[in-house]
């Protein structure tokens, strides 16, 4: 089955085409540099920018793929969570190209989006497995078994801020350009690991295992350059900062898939494109002999494909298609695929 996924959640525009868990091809655009100079994600700026994008992007992706939009069989859309207005963008052109085409309409849930992307560079998940979902707004450590049909287990989440909220919170702390994940993976390559002993936090025996809280670590990181005198090392703290985040993730996710008897790990979402989170987290899991499926970078950030990759596994799972009247739901939580279970 042809699907067509559509993503407009946050800053990126994204269309993508997959066809049987293989991905044909697929087109992003981004308002990111529109929003550089407030610092972070304008949400009436995002919706303008995706109005005006996305009929561009349909058209490049469906170039790209090879096909007619007319061979389009299923549209899958983002429904949340994510900004609002930005949501209500891609979901009414999810429906209108539902109503057009007489396809189905499937309303997807954005983090499960992150998860089943893998799937299109890397074939089918196994039965079961943990998922580390790393990205601009959430991060959590989960059990999936089939992604399509099953309900998804968390074992933890964050207390407060989300890993890639905290690289960007960090990175205008030291004068680095939004967005601040890509930025400080790029200043740490020069910087020392090891110069700053920033605080892992909830690693303590006594803490909650699975649960995570950057908030602390960003303060630490704040209080450190509020006392330092001087000119501000910004590769060391880059690069110390990255650290404390890659170690307390990968320590909890590989915890997470022993504990649990799990010999794969899904590492996924926009943070997980950071090579320090990547590098570390192969080497403990292969230490551990455990699998370690983690996307392309330029798929773990948001894009098309991803909610063309869930689309396609409810899809062939044979799961009922959304109502035409979907609500967007800009906070849910991840309990499945579709926002409407
Ligand atoms: P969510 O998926 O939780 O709704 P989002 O869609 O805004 O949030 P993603 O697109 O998954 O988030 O990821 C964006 C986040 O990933 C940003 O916080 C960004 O700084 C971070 N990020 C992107 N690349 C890197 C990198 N190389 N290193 C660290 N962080 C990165
Ligand atoms: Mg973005
Ligand atoms: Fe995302």
Redesign the pocket.
């Known amino acids: 089955m042809l699907v067509m996924g559509i993503e407009t959640?946050?800053d990126?525009t994204g269309v993508g085409l997959v066809r049987d868990g293989v991905l044909l091809g697929d087109a992003l655009a981004s308002s990111m540099d529109e929003h550089a100079r407030f610092g972070g994600v304008v949400p009436e700026i995002a919706a303008r920018a995706h109005l005006e994008a996305l009929p561009s992007m349909v058209r490049h992706a469906v170039d790209r793929a090879g096909v007619q939009l007319s061979d389009v069989e299923a549209v899958a859309v983002t429904a949340g969570?994510?900004l609002a207005s930005a949501v209500q963008v891609g979901l009414a052109a999810g429906k209108a190209f539902s109503l057009a085409l007489g396809i189905p309409l499937y309303g997807v849930h954005?983090?499960a989006g992150?998860a089943a992307v893998d799937v299109l560079e890397h074939g089918p998940l196994p039965d079961r497995c943990v998922a580390l979902i790393v990205?601009?707004?959430?991060t959590s450590l989960l059990v999936l078994r089939d992604l399509a049909r099953d309900p998804i287990v968390h074992l933890g989440d964050t207390y407060d801020d989300?890993a890639?909220?905290a690289?960007?919170k960090v990175a205008r702390l030291l004068g680095l350009p939004y967005?601040?994940?890509?930025a400080?993976?790029r200043v740490a390559r020069d910087g020392d690991p090891a110069a700053i002993a920033f605080p892992r936090p909830l690693t303590g025996a006594r803490d909650e295992p699975y649960a995570f809280s950057f908030s602390g670590l960003k303060t630490a990181v704040a209080r450190w350059v509020e006392r330092h005198p001087g000119p501000l090392p910004v590769a060391d703290v880059a690069a110390s900062f990255q650290e404390a985040v890659a170690d307390t993730l990968s320590r909890k996710a590989v915890a997470a898939c022993r504990a649990h008897g799990c010999g794969t790990l899904l590492l996924v979402?926009?943070?997980a494109?950071?090579?320090r989170?990547r590098a570390l987290t192969a080497q403990r899991c292969a230490a551990a002999g455990i699998a370690l499926r983690v996307p392309s970078?330029r798929l773990?950030?948001?894009n098309g494909a991803m909610i063309a990759a869930v689309g396609d596994l409810v899809a062939r799972a044979g799961l009922p298609p959304s109502p035409l009247d979907l609500a967007m739901q800009p906070t849910v939580t991840l309990t499945h695929a579709l926002t409407h279970a």
């Open positions: 959640s946050c990126e969570p994510g954005h983090l992150h990205s601009g707004g959430h989300a890639g909220e690289f960007d967005p601040g994940g890509p400080i993976d979402g926009g943070v494109a950071n090579s989170v970078p773990c950030t948001d």
